[in-house]
């Protein structure tokens, strides 16, 4: 079974950065498409970002596009998610997912094969 675990979230105050981090392991055959979901308290799962196997695909949600930059270890099934100018709006459960697939179906929707638990980021004002 493969398990994903995020680190890197903690409580910043808006207009700081934090990185947050992702490694899958356990029978991975293939390099993973990996990215990131996030759920604030009673709204539903968002989309953040995903990135193809190689680091060279990248999709982003457009509540983050120009402030979070998603990038990947070559070749490693972990990703990192660098966010930028964080603001209160951005204070979420912040879930990482992945699939042997990278296409619409990220963005689409989030019937992706593996999912972690989720790694909290408070922003505050």
């Known amino acids: 079974q493969v398990q994903l675990v995020e680190s890197g979230g903690g409580t910043v105050q808006a207009g700081a950065s934090l990185r947050l981090s992702c490694e899958a392991s356990?029978?991975?055959?293939?390099?993973?498409?990996m990215g990131w979901f996030r759920q604030a308290p009673g709204k539903e799962r968002e989309f953040v970002s995903a990135?193809?196997?190689?680091?060279?695909?990248?999709y982003y949600g457009d509540s983050v596009k120009g402030r979070f930059t998603i990038s990947r270890e070559t070749y490693r099934n972990v990703v990192y998610l660098q966010m930028d100018s964080l603001m209160p709006e951005d204070t979420a459960t912040y879930i990482c997912a992945a699939d042997r697939h990278f296409g619409n179906h990220w963005t689409e929707s989030d019937d992706l094969e593996y999912w972690g638990k989720g790694t909290l980021v408070t922003v505050s004002s």
């Open positions: 990135t193809d196997w190689s680091g060279s695909k990248t």
């Open positions: 356990g029978p991975t055959f293939a390099t993973l498409a």
